[in-house]
């Protein structure tokens, strides 16, 4: 109920978006805020999908010439099947999250986690406070 309260005006009045992917068994569908602000998305494995590990996913919506701050949501924040071990291959699966501009995650996307079937894993983008802190550029 709590995590319900903090994004409900964002889900009631935000835009949304939905990532067209080439692999069937997977889905992205989010709500962006008008402003470009704040944005959630549901990473969904409908499938196991035909492809290990499987590729990246856009984010589509953001402002391209923001920078926003990338990490799992809770409460479905944590990947199940091995992603937990790729910590290092997933930088943006810690909580600590990554900071990509909006042009970056829409054109090249993230690495999806490996999930079981009728899983989802949600993700947050917030603009970031200080663009220049912490920015991947590559």
């Known amino acids: 109920m709590a995590f319900y309260k903090e994004v409900r005006g964002l889900l ?3 835009v949304l978006v939905h990532a067209d992917l080439p ?3 997977l889905a992205v569908t989010g709500v962006v805020a008008a402003d470009g602000g704040d944005a959630l998305y549901a990473l969904i494995a ?3 999908s035909v492809s290990y590990p499987p590729g990246t996913v856009r984010l589509p919506g953001l402002d391209p010439g923001r ?4 990490r799992p949501q809770p409460p479905a924040a944590v990947p199940d ?3 937990a071990a790729w910590g290092a291959a997933l930088p943006w699966c810690a909580p600590r999250g990554i900071r990509l501009t909006g042009r970056m995650l829409d054109t ?3 690495r999806m986690p490996v999930l079981y079937p009728d899983r989802v894993m949600l993700v947050r983008a917030t603009a970031a406070d200080d663009p220049s802190d912490e920015v991947v550029t590559e």
Not at 67 to 70: D, G, K, L
């Open 12 to 14: 009631h009045s935000g």
């Open 23 to 25: 692999d069937p068994a």
């Open 46 to 48: 409908t499938a196991t």
């Open 67 to 70: 920078v926003y701050h990338v």
């Open 81 to 83: 099947g091995n992603a």
């Open 108 to 110: 090249a996307g993230l």
